[in-house]
């Protein structure tokens, strides 16, 4: 006898059903009256079962036309213990199941819905084949029974009556009654005969298969050809047999469970604080304490001379067990001056003594000065926000602790890393680094510079003076601000140019910069010049009028040419602008589909803030090793960006699993925003040189709206970063986030304004100048970042603001047509169950829609109310189902976790691009493929709007004539004929039985595909 094998290996993002935001789904397979189940995964989205079920198959010739059934369940043992909740189903035609083991390889479904009604989302991996006789398998034949209990399972009585329940399905009891009977016979011979298996565990330690290869795609592919199914194929029987993915219609991706969030609960002030936690850490009460000793090596006085030169060159050596770290030596000086701050980390105390020693720099070995010997359990404690411990001065002693001459001043205390000390301090773990490069370590706050639009109207010009007075010119304007040049269209010959054109400009505070307008013709030949001062343009706020054009007078491009010409002429020629900033624009130096900040450039028209972001960057663990090939591991900071503030942690030196622990705080003045959140690897800890890039581990993005207010959300988040070779896990970021809302009824209102700043809507600016703009205002902001100290770097500025966000990527195309899908197929869904109303397929739904068209009818006021009571209800069922945890990079919807090697390598292609020519023209060849498609469903929709076109434009006469005269004939019998007998009239024959159905299309249908379009007049 032959077997059907189903392994079942796992499932992803299941939907919650057990109100607490989880569920302990278990799978449930049917075949041939034969039914099966799985372990139960208890509180589990993502369980993985690995478990393989075996099924008779008496003919196998019957094989194909058979269906297996695969189902999710909810387990609500601890709810009554007898009912189940319907997570989604997968319904495999046989016709796909393979032959051997062999021939197939592991799927993955997406779930589908059991009704209109349902919730369902996520998908499942299964693996499907057939053993036939001969075949060694080590599994044993199950009996048919309604349903199997894994002997490892705890069992109820309910349990082993499940059946699978369908909505409006008749049971009959007295079969019912009878299946309870067999199964309580069974379950007392057991006792006495061995029981029978009905799933084997494959026993996998990586929780799940691994992800299989993606297809090459080549040129010219098109749509996939989808397989013709046999009158049992469902809906889900072309995944098994799906051709190789193409460029419009590829397989569901399968989403790698290390891509996930990961709920942590770790010890925060924040949550400990309401159970009797340390209430004096309310401050920094997103991040976990961190003790420090820190020791302040303010100056000494009165050192001895100890060269035989009479000179000192004294530093300070500070150790504690085997960390040290050293001061700067000052060059023949007995009373020097260090102010500088040490920080040894409580964990990694290695002894009890902290000595502070005084050396003298030598050519040789440095010579003793003195020292002083602290117990590190006698040392105070300081909590903020108490005022900093005063130095005091110490007596130096001898190694043997006799005094000698000379005096140190030192402050010494036990803090945390809420101290003002913490950020200037030079840290245990980084006592290797130079003090050159001590900077390039240290945690810092940025502000972008303030952004202005400045707008140029070049109207016209007067008397222009041609180098060659024998030939009119062809002037055009060239304004450059900075490093940005834009040009006017050119007008062509003519003394007396009229341009009217807008140029516009990103410019930054403080204006430091010049606008330099230059009328040239021809390619060199410059007419005249003019230059403005950036800091004496006018603003305008708002709608306000803008200020009056101004005259100009244009110079000769050298100053001695034009002071003689003005000796020699009493008039010179000159140029008609209008010039202003503009000050009621917010200037987008992001993509607005993630932009952190919406407030207009004027500090006058910004609104007040509606609450405050509180982030902690607690710890990050298994990243890679980014230094591996100068024999280190990692220097990991954090970059966080939200509005104008950015923040930098301090890098951690040589760690894979670094722990910041650090807070900051925002000001919200708009909900709908995101904050971005970035690590990186320092390059530039050990001296490396200028050009050395930052390289990037991870980035993570939140959407405060997605957030509920005062809730303190913390989570590992995975850093991925997809790079040529494909999607890469750099390791796991771990932060707390908690929005506080402060204006209630201010961020209710602030969802009913505009999302950018009035000037937007009122004169929007062009299309084609927004990208340009957005491109200088990321160059601006990058540039000014880079002169901070320590500078954040321009790579690091650009990864933070995608600045190639908006390049050409088919790996995104693909992400964004099943975004289209998704959102298209909750329409699909209503059709399909509207259309199921009209065919009958369940007589008791189509009755009860039936009841409700007639009293709708019969009652219209009621139809606006119900439809948004239905609205209601929906959102209040939905609420049970809301995400808990923020949103984060998902690596399945970009389609990044299986992209193409070759996808990838022209995504991250230079612009132009810098590949061989052959592999050009094939990424040629598969555009024009997709756009061939994308042409032919355009030329069809085109071809729909002109046949609709057509009806009364007379471009067919007969057919206009019908329509016009059947409109007449309708007309008279709707006014003759009361309303509600005319809907009710048209809803019973559009809702009519299926016996009164032809199969052919419609009357409508027909005249209206006859109609012309204009597709036969294109060439």
């Known amino acids: 006898m032959s077997k059907l094998v189903v392994e079942i290996h796992d499932a992803y993002d299941l939907i919650p059903k057990d109100g607490q935001g989880s569920a302990s789904p278990f799978v449930e397979v049917e075949f041939d009256e034969q039914r099966q189940r799985t372990q139960t995964k208890h509180k589990d989205l993502n369980p993985s079962w690995n478990q393989k079920l075996v099924f008779n198959v008496d003919n196998p010739r019957d094989l194909p036309n058979k269906i297996i059934d695969v189902t999710v369940y909810n387990d609500r043992k601890g709810s009554h213990g007898h009912r189940k909740n319907f997570l989604g189903r997968v319904r495999i035609s046989g016709v796909s199941v393979p032959s051997s083991e062999a021939e197939t390889s592991i799927q993955r479904y997406p779930l589908d819905k059991l009704g209109l009604f349902s919730h369902v989302k996520g998908d499942i991996a299964l693996k499907l084949y057939a053993v036939h006789d001969g075949a060694s398998h080590h599994a044993e034949p199950v009996r048919p029974t309604p349903t199997s209990i894994?002997?490892?399972?705890?069992?109820?009585?309910?349990?082993?009556?499940?059946?699978?329940?369908?909505?409006?399905?008749?049971?009959?009891?007295?079969?019912?009654?009878?299946?309870?009977?067999?199964?309580?016979?069974?379950?007392?011979?057991?006792?006495?005969?061995?029981?029978?298996?009905?799933?084997?565990?494959?026993?996998?330690?990586?929780?799940?298969?691994?992800?299989?290869?993606?297809?090459?795609?080549?040129?010219?592919?098109?749509?996939?050809?989808?397989k013709e199914k046999t009158p049992m194929v469902e809906t889900r029987a072309d995944f098994a047999k799906a051709a190789p993915p193409s460029v419009m219609h590829m397989q569901l991706p399968r989403q790698n469970p290390e891509f996930l969030l990961v709920e942590t609960s770790p010890p925060l002030a924040a949550r400990l604080r309401y159970r009797g936690g340390d209430k004096t850490s309310s401050t920094y009460d997103l991040v976990e304490q961190m003790r420090y000793l820190y020791v302040n090596v303010v100056k000494a006085k009165d050192l001895p001379v100890m060269d035989i030169s009479g000179s000192l060159d004294p530093y300070v050596e500070v150790k504690l067990g085997n960390y040290k770290g050293q001061t700067k030596h000052l060059e023949k000086n007995q009373n020097p001056v260090w102010n500088q701050i040490f920080a040894f980390?409580?964990?990694?105390?290695?002894?009890?003594?902290?000595?502070?020693?005084?050396?003298?720099?030598?050519?040789?070995?440095?010579?003793?000065?003195?020292?002083?010997?602290?117990?590190?359990?006698?040392?105070?404690?300081?909590?903020?926000?108490?005022?900093?411990?005063?130095?005091?001065?110490?007596?130096?002693?001898?190694?043997?602790?006799?005094?000698?001459?000379?005096?140190?001043?030192?402050?010494?205390?036990?803090?945390?890393?809420?101290?003002?000390?913490?950020?200037?301090?030079?840290?245990?773990?980084?006592?290797?680094?130079?003090?050159?490069?001590?900077?390039?370590?240290?945690?810092?706050?940025?502000?972008?510079?303030?952004?202005?639009?400045?707008?140029?109207?070049?109207?016209?010009?007067?008397?222009?003076?041609?180098?060659?007075?024998?030939?009119?010119?062809?002037?055009?304007?060239?304004?450059?601000?900075?490093?940005?040049?834009?040009?006017?269209?050119?007008?062509?010959?003519?003394?007396?140019?009229?341009?009217?054109?807008?140029?516009?400009?990103?410019?930054?505070?403080?204006?430091?910069?010049?606008?330099?307008?230059?009328?040239?013709?021809?390619?060199?030949?410059?007419?005249g010049r003019a230059v403005i001062p950036l800091r004496d343009v006018p603003q305008r706020f708002e709608t306000s009028k803008p200020p009056d054009p101004r005259w100009l007078s244009l110079h000769k491009p050298s100053l001695a040419e034009a002071e003689g010409e003005k000796r020699k002429e009493k008039f010179s020629s000159r140029i008609l602008l209008r010039f202003f900033l503009e000050s009621g624009y917010h200037v987008l130096d992001e993509s607005t589909h993630f932009s952190s900040d919406l407030q207009p450039s004027s500090k006058h028209l910004r609104k007040q803030n509606i609450g405050i972001l509180e982030l902690g960057i607690l710890s990050a663990k298994n990243l890679l090793p980014m230094k591996i090939k100068e024999g280190k591991m990692t220097d990991a900071y954090c970059v966080a960006k939200y509005g104008n503030k950015w923040v930098r942690t301090r890098t951690l030196l040589d760690n894979l699993s670094p722990r910041w622990n650090e807070q900051y705080t925002w000001d919200v003045y708009d909900p709908c925003t995101v904050i971005t959140i970035g690590v990186f690897d320092n390059s530039h800890a050990n001296g490396s040189k200028d050009d050395a890039r930052d390289e990037r581990i991870g980035k993570v993005r939140i959407r405060l709206s997605t957030l509920e207010t005062d809730r303190v959300y913390t989570h590992y988040y995975p850093l991925l970063v997809l790079t040529p070779s494909g999607l890469k896990k750099h390791g796991e970021l771990q932060l707390a986030l908690r929005f506080t809302c402060t204006a209630w009824v201010n961020m209710v209102a602030q969802y009913g304004r505009p999302l950018l700043p009035k000037m937007h809507y009122v004169h929007p600016i062009p299309v084609r100048h927004i990208d340009w703009l957005r491109y200088q205002a990321m160059h601006i902001v990058a540039a000014r970042l880079q002169r901070a100290e320590p500078p954040l770097r321009k790579e690091v500025v650009e990864y933070m603001?995608?600045?190639?966000?908006?390049?050409?990527?088919?790996?995104?195309?693909?992400?964004?047509?099943?975004?289209?899908?998704?959102?298209?197929?909750?329409?699909?869904?209503?059709?399909?169950?509207?259309?199921?109303?009209?065919?009958?397929?369940?007589?008791?739904?189509?009755?009860?829609?039936?009841?409700?068209?007639?009293?709708?009818?019969?009652?219209?006021?009621?139809?606006?109310?119900?439809?948004?009571?239905?609205?209601?209800?929906?959102?209040?069922?939905?609420?049970?189902?809301?995400?808990?945890?923020?949103?984060?990079?998902?690596?399945?919807?970009?389609?990044?976790?299986?992209?193409?090697?070759?996808?990838?390598?022209?995504?991250?292609?230079?612009?132009?691009?810098?590949?061989?020519?052959?592999?050009?023209?094939?990424?040629?060849?598969?555009?024009?493929?997709?756009?061939?498609?994308?042409?032919?469903?355009?030329?069809?929709?085109?071809?729909?709007?002109?046949?609709?076109?057509?009806?009364?434009?007379?471009?067919?006469?007969?057919?206009?004539?019908?329509?016009?005269?059947?409109?007449?004939?309708?007309?008279?019998?709707?006014?003759?004929?009361?309303?509600?007998?005319?809907?009710?009239?048209?809803?019973?024959?559009?809702?009519?039985?299926?016996?009164?159905?032809?199969?052919?299309?419609?009357v409508p249908v027909n005249f209206f595909k006859r109609l012309p379009s204009k597709s036969d007049m294109l060439l």
Not at 187 to 213: L, M, N, W, Y
Not at 373 to 391: M, N, Q, T, Y
Not at 490 to 505: H, K
Request: aromatic fraction near 12%; glycine fraction near 4%.
């Open 801 to 1002: 603001l995608d600045v190639d966000y908006h390049m050409w990527s088919l790996r995104r195309s693909k992400a964004n047509f099943y975004r289209i899908m998704s959102v298209l197929s909750g329409v699909t869904a209503v059709c399909k169950w509207f259309n199921d109303i009209c065919y009958w397929r369940n007589p008791i739904t189509t009755c009860l829609v039936h009841v409700l068209f007639l009293i709708l009818v019969c009652y219209p006021e009621l139809i606006l109310p119900t439809i948004f009571l239905y609205l209601f209800v929906i959102g209040i069922w939905n609420y049970r189902f809301r995400s808990r945890h923020p949103p984060h990079m998902d690596a399945r919807l970009s389609q990044a976790d299986n992209a193409h090697p070759d996808e990838l390598d022209e995504e991250f292609d230079s612009f132009p691009t810098s590949r061989p020519s052959d592999i050009v023209r094939m990424r040629y060849d598969r555009l024009r493929s997709v756009a061939g498609r994308v042409q032919t469903v355009v030329g069809d929709l085109a071809s729909q709007g002109e046949r609709a076109q057509a009806i009364l434009s007379w471009r067919d006469p007969r057919a206009t004539a019908i329509f016009i005269i059947f409109s007449l004939i309708w007309a008279v019998f709707i006014y003759v004929t009361p309303f509600q007998v005319v809907a009710v009239l048209f809803g019973l024959y559009w809702l009519r039985h299926p016996r009164f159905r032809s199969k052919m299309p419609s």
């Open 150 to 226: 894994p002997e490892n399972e705890e069992k109820s009585p309910f349990q082993e009556t499940q059946f699978q329940e369908t909505p409006f399905q008749e049971i009959n009891t007295n079969n019912f009654d009878e299946e309870i009977k067999a199964e309580e016979k069974k379950k007392k011979k057991k006792k006495k005969e061995q029981e029978v298996r009905t799933f084997h565990s494959i026993g996998t330690g990586t929780g799940g298969p691994p992800p299989a290869a993606p297809t090459p795609m080549s040129a010219g592919i098109g749509f996939a050809a989808m």
């Open 345 to 527: 980390s409580k964990e990694r105390l290695q002894s009890n003594l902290l000595e502070v020693i005084v050396k003298d720099k030598d050519f040789g070995k440095d010579d003793f000065v003195g020292k002083v010997v602290f117990d590190v359990s006698e040392i105070p404690l300081r909590v903020p926000p108490d005022s900093p411990l005063a130095p005091q001065w110490y007596k130096l002693a001898d190694k043997k602790g006799d005094k000698v001459k000379g005096e140190i001043m030192l402050a010494v205390w036990m803090g945390t890393q809420a101290d003002e000390s913490f950020p200037e301090a030079w840290h245990s773990d980084a006592h290797s680094v130079s003090h050159s490069n001590l900077a390039n370590t240290r945690s810092k706050v940025y502000f972008s510079p303030k952004l202005y639009y400045l707008r140029i109207h070049v109207m016209e010009a007067q008397d222009l003076v041609p180098h060659d007075k024998g030939r009119l010119p062809d002037p055009f304007v060239k304004v450059v601000v900075g490093k940005q040049v834009r040009l006017t269209k050119p007008v062509q010959r003519t003394v007396n140019p009229v341009w009217d054109d807008q140029l516009m400009f990103v410019v930054s505070e403080p204006f430091e910069d010049y606008i330099d307008i230059l009328v040239v013709s021809g390619k060199d030949e410059i007419l």
